[in-house]
């Protein structure tokens, strides 16, 4: 083989290894928002227990969610986008499950326990459906439910000196003894939705 054939087909090769890896990446992050389909995720292995506390300042823990299925998503109050379009979907779904939330929970874990304590989460979620949780903590506390739950999460610095978060935005669904079910898919109509999780209550 001359050298500029050699020099194409590593050139070939290594955009095919790019391609694969990238389609790689959007299967698993897909996995997320294919309600039921776990892409990769090893599915036993999401949750446990945890300690947090809540937005009114009060220490729960997973044992407190016994005997509710819940919802369980990572954020912080800052987020511009991500975070406050779930908290109003769930609280759509919430709402239309009517009585039957009470059944159930939503738990709202901050990836930001430095800005977001309990007085922060609670004055955020007043604007979202009561039956939302908050769960703030020391930031031992949140690395172990993120590293529970397969949550990544990394700070990032903004050029006016603040910063902001990358963080995982599957929303889980877990049964009543506090076991993984499924990412639970918010790309579908709130209806839909509120059906599939009073199937859990
Ligand atoms: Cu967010």
Redesign the pocket.
């Known amino acids: 083989m001359n050298p500029r054939a050699l020099r194409l087909l590593v050139i070939f090769a290594a955009f095919f290894a790019g391609l694969a890896l990238c389609l790689g990446v959007i299967v698993l992050a897909g996995g997320g928002q294919g309600g039921g389909v776990t892409g990769g995720i090893k599915t036993a292995a999401i949750g446990g227990p945890f300690r947090l506390i809540d937005q009114n300042g009060e220490p729960f823990s997973d044992t407190d969610l016994r005997g509710k299925s819940f919802l369980v998503f990572?954020?912080?109050t800052h987020?511009?986008?991500?975070?406050?379009t779930?908290l109003f979907e769930v609280s759509e779904i919430l709402r239309a499950l009517g009585p039957d939330a009470d059944r159930t929970r939503a738990l709202f874990i901050t990836v930001d326990p430095e800005r977001d304590t309990a007085p922060i989460m609670k004055d955020y979620l007043s604007s979202f459906d009561p039956h939302l949780l908050g769960g703030t903590g020391d930031p031992a506390a949140i690395a172990a439910v993120a590293k529970a739950y397969r949550v990544y999460y990394k700070k990032v610095p903004l050029e006016d000196g603040g910063y902001t978060?990358d963080?995982t935005?599957i929303v889980y669904l877990m049964d009543k003894n506090g076991r993984f079910v499924a990412p639970f898919s918010l790309k579908r109509t709130t209806e839909a939705a509120a059906a599939d999780l009073r199937r859990y209550l």
Not at 79 to 84: T, Y
């Open positions: 990572f954020g912080f987020c511009p986008d991500v975070c406050p779930t978060m963080h935005a």
